[in-house]
Structures are given as C-alpha cells and as structure tokens.
C-alpha cells in the first residue's frame, strides 16, 4: 500500500522558516503533489501544490511570497519551505497526492486527493 511519508514539523516564532518534506513509498507516480492544512476548528484548506513535471505551481493567496514548494530529484519528494511564519500559519499539515499528473484549477478541493500522509504539526507563537 503506498504511503505519504512526512516530517519537518515542530514549533518556531513568529518571523522564522520551517521546512517540511514529504516522499511517496512507490517510486513509479510522478503526480501532482502538495500540502493542506487545518487549524482546530477549522475546515482543511489547499496551502501549495506542484505538478508531477514539477514546473507548475500553485498557492493559496495567504502563504504566497513567503512559501515555496518544490520537487525532489527523484520527483516522489516533495518540499515546502516556509518562511517569515505567523501564529495564523500554526496547523496540521498534511502532505497530498493528487490522481493526475497536472494540478487542476480545482487542486484547493479535498476531494480532489486520491492519497494523505498522516500530517506534521506546526506551531507559531508571537
């Protein structure tokens, strides 16, 4: 069964980065990949995704300029660095594999994730 593995979680004030990584246990889907969050209480939001070719990406508006998403080499990888952070940023991240090889417009939807990793945690203090 494959799996979402993550890992760069943890806690940093406000101002700081963090870097989370997240691999596929299979070696052979180069599809589209990227990160949700949810913040206790609130609903599951689309933060970034990037294409299985790895030249497209997209961002929710609140992360953009300061998070960046990439692809590793071996294109199962996949990362997002976070920058200039803020306590609105605290959250469970979790790490998404999409069907298809491109993002759709629609990519923000969670029912357009075929597989979840367990999710990381996040935490931002002032």
């Known amino acids: 069964q494959v799996q979402l593995a993550e890992s760069g979680g943890g806690s940093v004030q406000a101002g700081g980065s963090l870097r989370l990584s997240c691999s596929a246990s299979?070696?052979?889907?180069?599809?589209?990949m990227g990160w949700f969050r949810q913040a206790p209480g609130k609903e599951r939001e689309g933060v970034a995704v990037?294409?299985?070719?790895?030249?497209?990406?997209y961002y929710a508006d609140s992360v953009k300029g300061r998070f960046t998403i990439s692809q590793g080499d071996d294109r199962t990888t996949v990362y997002l660095q976070m920058n200039s952070l803020k306590p609105e940023d605290t959250a469970m991240y979790y790490c998404?594999?999409?069907?298809?090889?491109?993002?759709?417009?629609?990519?923000?939807?969670?029912?357009?994730?075929?597989?979840w990793g367990q999710g990381t945690q996040i935490t931002v203090s002032s």
């Open positions: 299979d070696a052979y889907s180069f599809n589209c």
């Open positions: 990037v294409s299985g070719s790895g030249r497209s990406t």
């Open positions: 998404a594999r999409y069907g298809t090889y491109s993002c759709s417009s629609g990519w923000d939807a969670t029912a357009e994730v075929r597989l």
